[in-house]
C-alpha cells in the first residue's frame, strides 16, 4: 500500500461504546495529525505529533485519546461520544524538512454517533 | 481574531471558461500558503504551495497569486473541465521557524457545466 490509509472508512456507534480509528503512512514522514471535518465547517486540527511526540493538542475532549506508537501509526481511541462528535475524520501525514509542511491525507472515517 | 475566508457560495462555471476562487485572510503573516482540492467523501489532495515572497506560481493549467499586502491568494484554473468539479480548500502556514502549524479555510465549490 501506498499513502496514508484509515481503517474503518466507516464507523456507527453508540453513546457508550468505545472504538478505535487507525491510520498509517508509508511515505516515510515524521509527523501526524488528526482533523475534524463537520459539514460546513473548516478542517479542525486535533491533535499533532512529531516523532511519536504529542506536539500539539487543540483543546480537544477527552473522549478523544490519541496514541502514537511508531512514526507509521496513529490512532484515535474514542469512548462516550455525543451526537455532535459524528464527522468525517481524516488523518495526514508531513515531512518536516524544509518547512512546506504539505500534508497528505488519508480517505477519512466517517464516524455517526447514534 | 484570525480568520481565514473562502466564499462559502459554490462556483458555477461553463466548461473551457477560467474559474477564479479567492482566499482572504485577517490577522495572520504566513510563510506559505497551500491550495489543496477535495472530493466529496474523500481526504484533501495538496496541489500547489506558494512562498510568501512569490507573487505567482503555476503548475499545467492551475495558477495562484499570493498578494501579502491584500492578504489575499486567488486561485485559478484555466480552460476548466467538469473534472474539475470540487471542493478547493485554502491552508496557511503559520509559523517561521521550527514546527509550523496548518490553518485552513472552509473551501469553496466549484461546478463546472459541460
Known amino acids: 500500500e501506498t499513502g496514508v490509509t484509515q481503517t474503518p472508512r466507516h464507523l456507527v456507534m453508540g453513546m457508550t461504546n468505545k472504538k478505535s480509528l487507525k491510520c498509517e503512512q508509508h511515505?516515510?514522514?515524521?509527523?501526524m495529525y488528526w482533523y475534524k471535518q463537520s459539514a460546513k465547517k473548516p478542517l479542525e486540527l486535533m491533535f499533532v505529533?512529531?516523532?511519536?511526540?504529542?506536539?500539539e493538542n487543540n483543546s480537544v475532549p477527552s473522549r478523544f485519546s490519541p496514541e502514537c506508537p511508531n512514526s507509521s501509526h496513529l490512532f484515535l481511541h474514542l469512548h462516550t461520544l455525543q451526537p455532535e462528535d459524528s464527522a468525517l475524520y481524516l488523518c495526514?501525514?508531513?515531512?518536516?524538512?524544509?518547512?512546506?509542511?504539505?500534508?497528505?491525507f488519508g480517505p477519512g472515517t466517517r464516524l455517526t454517533v447514534l | 481574531s484570525q480568520k481565514i475566508e473562502q466564499n462559502s457560495e459554490a462556483l458555477n462555471i461553463q466548461e473551457g471558461k477560467t474559474a477564479t476562487l479567492t482566499c482572504n485572510y485577517t490577522?495572520?503573516?504566513?510563510?506559505?500558503l497551500q491550495w489543496y482540492r477535495q472530493d466529496p467523501g474523500r481526504g484533501p489532495v495538496f496541489l500547489l504551495l506558494?512562498?510568501?515572497?512569490?507573487k505567482e506560481k503555476r503548475k499545467e493549467r492551475l495558477k495562484v497569486t499570493f498578494d501579502t499586502t491584500l492578504k489575499q491568494s486567488l486561485f485559478h484554473i484555466t480552460a476548466s473541465q467538469p473534472a474539475d468539479s470540487a471542493t478547493y480548500l485554502c491552508?496557511?502556514?503559520?509559523?517561521?521557524?521550527?514546527?509550523?502549524?496548518?490553518?485552513f479555510g472552509s473551501g469553496t465549490r466549484l461546478q463546472v457545466q459541460p
Open positions: 491552508a496557511l502556514v503559520r509559523g517561521r521557524t521550527g514546527r509550523r502549524a496548518l490553518t
Open positions: 505529533y512529531n516523532f511519536k511526540e504529542q506536539t
Open positions: 490577522n495572520y503573516s504566513p510563510a506559505y
Open positions: 511515505l516515510g514522514h515524521n509527523a
Open positions: 495526514a501525514s508531513a515531512g518536516l524538512a524544509g518547512g512546506r509542511n504539505e500534508q497528505f
Open positions: 506558494i512562498r510568501e515572497n512569490e
